[in-house]
């Protein structure tokens, strides 16, 4: 069983930026593909950010060159480095671990950017 933990929400200005991270149990976090999600208060969840076992990533168009997600399996810890947040990064922040039909959520960090 996959346990996924994030931290470092919080209150940010925007132009700030601020680093989640969620950490992993389990024994398969280093060949997994990981995972970033946000949902802004009446929106669906929406995909931010993925890095495969590899480290090949991809993200959303609208955190390209704002974001940076990474991985370190040596402490089973993925990461998102955000940066030049704008008010409309507003959101729950969730981590995800999907490893063929295996897939795990963290339960959510909170980044509140404001004007």
């Known amino acids: 069983q996959v346990r996924l933990v994030e931290s470092g929400g919080g209150l940010v200005q925007a132009g700030g930026s601020l680093r989640l991270s969620c950490a992993a149990s389990?024994?398969?976090?280093?060949?997994?593909?990981m995972g970033w999600y946000r949902q802004a208060p009446g929106k669906s969840r929406e995909l931010v950010a993925t890095?495969?076992?590899?480290?090949?990533?991809n993200y959303e168009t609208s955190v390209k060159g704002r974001f940076t997600i990474s991985r370190d399996n040596a402490k089973n810890t993925m990461y998102l480095q955000m940066s030049s947040l704008k008010p409309e990064d507003t959101a729950v922040y969730y981590c995800?671990?999907?490893?063929?039909?295996?897939?795990?959520w963290g339960q959510g960090t909170q980044v509140t950017v404001s004007s």
């Open positions: 995800n671990l999907q490893y063929y039909s295996s897939t795990a």
């Open positions: 890095i495969t076992s590899g480290g090949s990533t």
């Open positions: 389990g024994s398969i976090f280093s060949i997994a593909t």
